[in-house]
């Protein structure tokens, strides 16, 4: 009677096992954040003040109005920051699987003409920002 | 890969041209930004004379439909171009012209203008050579962005920034809907892949009826996507949109979101087939047959709530960008019954049976009709103080205009009676065809409702046709707009309306060609069907053959 539950049990569990790296990523990511606010308390010098108890320590005040203009060129800048971030993200693994391609490969060409064109759709995108004068600062 | 490339082609192009628009259009001396317009216009007519000569794709869900999508893109996409001038930095560049200001380009609009319109024909172009959901979504999204941003920097009034603002919020819900609708759809099904979709869902239905997960998905993706053609549970930011952007941007909005809505609608629907039985969700035995029934019921009622609500309410209207904006609707609502009949199984049928044909060939009709419409109302104009110009949107502003615009009066006439529907101009052929596909699949009460729906549209129709040419003027003339190319825009579109009346054949070229756009190739349920049996049979302890 016993017989199907000592089976079962004694087959590895597949399903279990492939989540596995899932497991390890959540009790890094809790132990991480446990870790700092613990480390924090036993090890950092606890100073007080009336700018260490600010929200933020060295950013702006948080005190005053809300309605506060900021520099429209900041958005600016970050925004041609993104078009390099997003070229990093798709050149990687790019540059990675590129090496392993055989040579004699006749898609070789194609594939170094695809990464080219997206390099060229950046250098516009930089173009761009320039004519546009996002790097006038007057 | 590299045939991949070769589909592409016309999609390449024209982003090559934005990059280059986008470059020219910022440049500091006069003669070379102007050259963005022209440059656009060169960069369209390249894709679509490559669109042609696209071969087949026989890994797409719809594999005939790219040359004629991607060409018809192109080709009501230079009528666009013509009609786009001088929409965006007008008194800006009147004033630098005048050496009130020096050139900055952080204040002009031109370049991203004309940049964002190539990035949504491109997706457009894109939606037509979709192979996989994602793929669709990133189309679907690339057509819609710069949309909103059109219709907000067209004109510098508080309305444009309104409709942009509206047009976004409504547009992101939407895009939030069909995603979500394609989340399901991949869970319901295992693929993103439309024709992997297609025969896994001919599987489901052939034993035993379609995944619960996957009908939700395809109804959620259908609701989803109607907000680019603008049908009735989605409809609503349509007359505000219209309204607050420019006439040029208008007329692009009618045709561009809902020509890629219809070709997406198209590719899920052709994902499930129209070969179910009536009346359950289960394979017909013949083969022949109409939409699942949750899917057939979801469809004609907004087929009927779009075609209805879109009429009645555009009877309402004193704005006539107001108007066409719920004739817009209207007219969605007519393709979705042609749409719902779906194409004929039979070969060699021909176009008269294929709804598909008939809403890619409808399509372009309404296309091109619209853009005479809305050219008129980009044309007239009362002049402002600070060089920008207010454009005359009230019906009343019609009045007598044959008389005192000759040319704009007759181009609103003819384009009022095709977008009707009148018998010899080029309206009727596409409706004709909406009619005989849904009456060839027997959706005859569906039919009755578009026929009383015509009816109901030839009283704000008329409007359109009697104002300018039966009343008499009122006043002066009204001022007329700068930009040449609008006026030659509108006049070529009357001109397309009235071919249909000479026999030239290019009418008859462009009905083949959307008839073959439309076929698709259906499940192979016989083969499906077999292996199951096959599955079945091995089952089964062999029968003994008795002698």
Redesign the interface.
Known sequence: MLHPLTTLASQPNVALDQYLPLAVIIVGAVGFAVANIVLTKIIGPSRRGANKGMSYESGMNPVGTARKRFNVRFYLIAMVFLVFDVEIIFLYPWATTFPNLDPANP?AG?WLFRIFFFL??TI?AY??GF???VFNFD | MSSLLVLLAPEIVLFITTCIVMIVGLWPKLEVRSLAMPIAGMGLLIAGVLAINTPANPESILPNIIPYAKAMTAGVGLLLVLLLAGTVDRSYEAAVERGELRFNPIHTNRAEFFAFFLFSLTGLMLCASATDLIWLFLALELVSLPTYVMATISTRKLRSQEAGVKYFFLGALGAAIFLYGFALLYGGTGTTNLIGIRDALAEQAASGGINPIAMAGIILSLIGISFKIAAVPMHFYTADVYQGAAAPVSAMLAFVPKTAGFIAMMGILAAVGWQYAPGGETLAADGVGTLPRSIYVTLAAIAVLTMTVGNVLALLQRSIKRLLAYSSIAHTGYMLVALIAGPSIAAEAGITSNGLGAVLFYLLVYGVTNIGTFAVVACLERPQPDGEADELDDLEDLRGLCRTRPVLGWVMVICALGLLGLPPLLGFWAKFLLFTSAISAGEIALVVILGLNSAIAAFYYLKLVTLPLLEEPEGDAPATTPFASRTFAGVLSAALVLLAIIPTGIVDAAMEAADRAGTIVPANIEAIERSITAEALRDEPTPIIDR
């Open positions: 898609d194609i060229f759709t516009v173009v761009y004519r546009k004068g």
